[in-house]
Each structure stands twice: as structure tokens, then as C-alpha cells.
């Protein structure tokens, strides 16, 4: 194997690492604390977690500084590692924007990893699917900084384009998480007629057309891919696992203690509406949820009030249905099952 001093995969990346500004940071503290030892924490999520390696490397070279990294799982800005944070003069996460959050200090920096890969050709193969005159755009954090490109392509085309804002946990016009889709149904966005998402994978769009109940047409910068979504196989799925989980007597709701994603009190009105109903429920607390975790528990289904993609991503996995929120609240009879919506955390909905 090459040693890493030779390898030269972060400028190779699709994205944008900030390397020099993380230099800069990391000198601008070393000035203030002569002669001490400069403590630096990295955090990547998965996807980023391969370039980890060649980071801590640069940084030990170019600022002596010692380099700790996270290798836990990272789920996103809301999934910040507070025992590295604490051991940390500086700590530096890769790959989301930064959330509105409690508790987390001035040690931490975000470092977006913008993609560099160009949108352009990716917008105009959309335009063919998009059929309505007001195009609403929504992306993640990697493609923000090119919106305005798209929008001037989709307006040379003779269309209305809106970039809505989301609430205070969205740093930028357009931009949804996958706990977070207010820029797809905030007030600004009632005037598009469908959304072009631009980005890779389905779950933030299914969580935009869920929440905002409009067509979206999906383009992949990276893969050239072009579709209209269809939420179809999405919710057949979740209409078994809520089906598996109407005659539950027995519920475990789930609290995760990460600083982004602490919801005691959702949990609590759970606990009370499930009582209320006749069933037995208990709150457990943890930090990562796994569905390993969940099989000394004996419940016969549980609610998710961790991060939401748990109760989706891993859903085969566990040994009992997991629910989101809403649609505990279908099988409690509260919520019709056209009113479901994908769980989101909004402006404040954490504890």
C-alpha cells in the first residue's frame, strides 16, 4: 500500500474538503496556545470516512497538531461525537451544514464538502419531465452553492423557479435533510406546482413529495439519472410495517440522547396517548439505535423518536415494527393514512 504521504485522493474527490481553511483554523488557535499541544477531532459520515486517513495525516504535517477521528457512526450534524468534541480543542465535521442546536460550543466547525461536480447537464435533462410553470428547487448541502445555476436554466427555458427557505434548522434556501423537509411546504413554497430535486438517492425526495403532497422529478448530478418519483414501494412498505403493528399492546418508544435529535418530550406525549389507549408503553434511552439493541426488549412494536430514518432505513431489521410518530398515530385511529407524512424534526421540535 501506498503511504498516505504519496496519496493524493482528497484533491481527486468529488468534494470539497476546505483543507487550507481547516489549516487556517487550526494556526489561528495554535497562536493563542504557544507551546501547547493542539488537540484536533475529526468526524466524517460514511460515505466521507474513506479521505479520513489522508486528513489526519495532512493536518499532523502542516500544523503538528494531534489529530483524534471519529469512528462511529455519523448520521449528520445533529449526530455530533461530544466525547471526542470534549477531549478536542477544535473539531471539525465533515460533510453537513450546520443545525440550530443546543450545547454544542464554539470548539466545533463545519466543513460542508461541497460536491464539484457540475449540475448543469443534469438540470437539462430534467427539463423534458418538469410540466408545470412554477419549478420550486430543493437539494442537500453539496449542491446548494449551485442553485442559482440551475434556476437560471430552468427560467431560460421560460419557467418560474422559487428557492424556498426552510425554517432555523436549514442554513441555506432549497436545502432539506433527511429529518427536515420545511423548504418543500413552508409558505414560500404553496406557489410551485412540482419540485426538481437535485441530488442522489430517493428518501429526501419521498420526504418532500410526502410533506408537500406534489410531484417531484428527480436528476443525479453524479450518475445522470432522470425520474419522476414514485412513492409507490415506499408506502407498500409502510403500510405493512403499520398493518404488523395494529394489534400491538406493548410499545418501547425510543429517545436518543445526540444533541440534534433529543426528543423526551415527543416520547412522554407517546407514552401518554398510548396509556390513553389501553396499551402498555415504556421509554428507553440510548445513544445509537440499533436494531441489535432492540432484541432483549420484548415489545411488540416501537416508536421512533430518534433520528427518523431509523424506523425506514433498517426497517426489515428489527425484531419488532417500528414506527414513526404519525404513524403510531394510524394505528391508534388518529391520523388517516392519506394524512401520512414522513417524521421531521423542525424548528423547535428538539428538546
Same mark, same amino acid.
Given at each position: 500500500?501506498?503511504?498516505?504521504?504519496?496519496?493524493?485522493?482528497?484533491?481527486?474527490?468529488?468534494?470539497?474538503?476546505?483543507?487550507?481553511?481547516?489549516?487556517?483554523?487550526?494556526?489561528?488557535?495554535?497562536?493563542?496556545?504557544?507551546?501547547?499541544?493542539?488537540?484536533?477531532?475529526?468526524?466524517?459520515?460514511?460515505?466521507?470516512?474513506?479521505?479520513?486517513?489522508?486528513?489526519?495525516?495532512?493536518?499532523?504535517?502542516?500544523?503538528?497538531?494531534?489529530?483524534?477521528?471519529?469512528?462511529?457512526?455519523?448520521?449528520?450534524?445533529?449526530?455530533?461525537?461530544?466525547?471526542?468534541?470534549?477531549? =478536542?480543542?477544535?473539531?471539525?465535521?465533515?460533510?453537513?451544514?450546520?443545525?440550530?442546536?443546543?450545547?454544542?460550543?464554539?470548539?466545533?466547525?463545519?466543513?460542508?464538502?461541497?460536491?464539484?461536480?457540475?449540475?448543469?447537464?443534469?438540470?437539462?435533462?430534467?427539463?423534458?419531465?418538469?410540466?408545470?410553470?412554477?419549478?420550486?428547487?430543493?437539494?442537500?448541502?453539496?449542491?446548494?452553492?449551485?442553485?442559482?445555476?440551475?434556476?437560471?436554466?430552468?427560467?431560460?427555458?421560460?419557467?418560474?423557479?422559487?428557492?424556498?427557505?426552510?425554517?432555523?434548522?436549514?442554513?441555506?434556501?432549497?436545502?432539506?435533510?433527511?429529518?427536515?423537509?420545511?423548504?418543500?411546504?413552508?409558505?414560500?413554497?404553496?406557489?410551485?406546482?412540482?419540485?426538481?430535486?437535485?441530488?442522489?438517492?430517493?428518501?429526501?425526495?419521498?420526504?418532500?413529495?410526502?410533506? =408537500?403532497?406534489?410531484?417531484?422529478?428527480?436528476?443525479?448530478?453524479?450518475?445522470?439519472?432522470?425520474?419522476?418519483?414514485?412513492?409507490?414501494?415506499?408506502?407498500?412498505?409502510?403500510?405493512?410495517?403499520?398493518?404488523?403493528?395494529?394489534?400491538?399492546?406493548?410499545?418501547?418508544?425510543?429517545?436518543?440522547?445526540?444533541?440534534?435529535?433529543?426528543?423526551?418530550?415527543?416520547?412522554?406525549?407517546?407514552?401518554?396517548?398510548?396509556?390513553?389507549?389501553?396499551?402498555?408503553?415504556?421509554?428507553? *434511552?440510548?445513544?445509537?439505535?440499533?436494531?441489535?439493541?432492540?432484541?432483549? *426488549?420484548?415489545?411488540?412494536?416501537?416508536?421512533?423518536?430518534?433520528?427518523?430514518r431509523l424506523a425506514i432505513d433498517d426497517s426489515g431489521r428489527y425484531p419488532a415494527p417500528v414506527l414513526t410518530p404519525q404513524e403510531f398515530e394510524i394505528v391508534l385511529g388518529e391520523r388517516a393514512w392519506k394524512d401520512l407524512v414522513l417524521d421531521e424534526i423542525l424548528e423547535g421540535g428538539q428538546d
Amino acid at each position: 500500500m501506498e503511504p498516505l504521504k504519496t496519496i493524493s485522493s482528497i484533491s481527486a474527490s468529488s468534494y470539497d474538503f476546505e483543507i487550507s481553511a481547516v489549516f487556517d483554523e487550526i494556526k489561528k488557535l495554535s497562536k493563542t496556545k504557544a507551546g501547547e499541544e493542539i488537540v484536533v477531532g475529526l468526524q466524517f459520515p460514511e460515505g466521507l470516512k474513506k479521505h479520513a486517513l489522508e486528513i489526519a495525516y495532512q493536518i499532523e504535517e502542516k500544523t503538528g497538531a494531534t489529530v483524534y477521528i471519529s469512528a462511529d457512526p455519523c448520521f449528520g450534524a445533529c449526530d455530533l461525537d461530544m466525547r471526542l468534541l470534549e477531549k =478536542s480543542d477544535l473539531f471539525f465535521h465533515f460533510g453537513h451544514a450546520e443545525l440550530k442546536q443546543k450545547n454544542i460550543g464554539d470548539k466545533v466547525r463545519f466543513i460542508e464538502a461541497r460536491s464539484k461536480a457540475d449540475i448543469s447537464e443534469a438540470v437539462k435533462n430534467a427539463l423534458p419531465l418538469l410540466t408545470e410553470q412554477t419549478i420550486g428547487l430543493l437539494t442537500t448541502v453539496q449542491h446548494v452553492h449551485q442553485m442559482n445555476t440551475a434556476k437560471k436554466i430552468l427560467e431560460e427555458v421560460g419557467k418560474t423557479v422559487i428557492i424556498a427557505n426552510g425554517d432555523e434548522r436549514i442554513a441555506y434556501p432549497g436545502q432539506i435533510l433527511g429529518c427536515n423537509f420545511s423548504a418543500a411546504h413552508s409558505k414560500e413554497a404553496e406557489d410551485c406546482g412540482e419540485f426538481l430535486y437535485i441530488g442522489s438517492g430517493q428518501f429526501h425526495p419521498i420526504g418532500a413529495a410526502l410533506s =408537500s403532497k406534489k410531484r417531484v422529478v428527480c436528476t443525479d448530478p453524479f450518475t445522470s439519472e432522470v425520474f419522476e418519483l414514485s412513492d409507490r414501494k415506499f408506502l407498500m412498505q409502510r403500510s405493512a410495517v403499520i398493518g404488523n403493528a395494529s394489534d400491538a399492546q406493548v410499545f418501547c418508544i425510543l429517545v436518543s440522547v445526540k444533541n440534534g435529535q433529543y426528543r423526551k418530550s415527543l416520547a412522554e406525549q407517546i407514552k401518554e396517548k398510548a396509556e390513553a389507549n389501553g396499551k402498555q408503553a415504556f421509554i428507553l *434511552f440510548m445513544d445509537f439505535v440499533s436494531p441489535d439493541q432492540m432484541l432483549s *426488549f420484548k415489545a411488540d412494536a416501537f416508536v421512533n423518536t430518534a433520528c427518523p430514518r431509523l424506523a425506514i432505513d433498517d426497517s426489515g431489521r428489527y425484531p419488532a415494527p417500528v414506527l414513526t410518530p404519525q404513524e403510531f398515530e394510524i394505528v391508534l385511529g388518529e391520523r388517516a393514512w392519506k394524512d401520512l407524512v414522513l417524521d421531521e424534526i423542525l424548528e423547535g421540535g428538539q428538546d
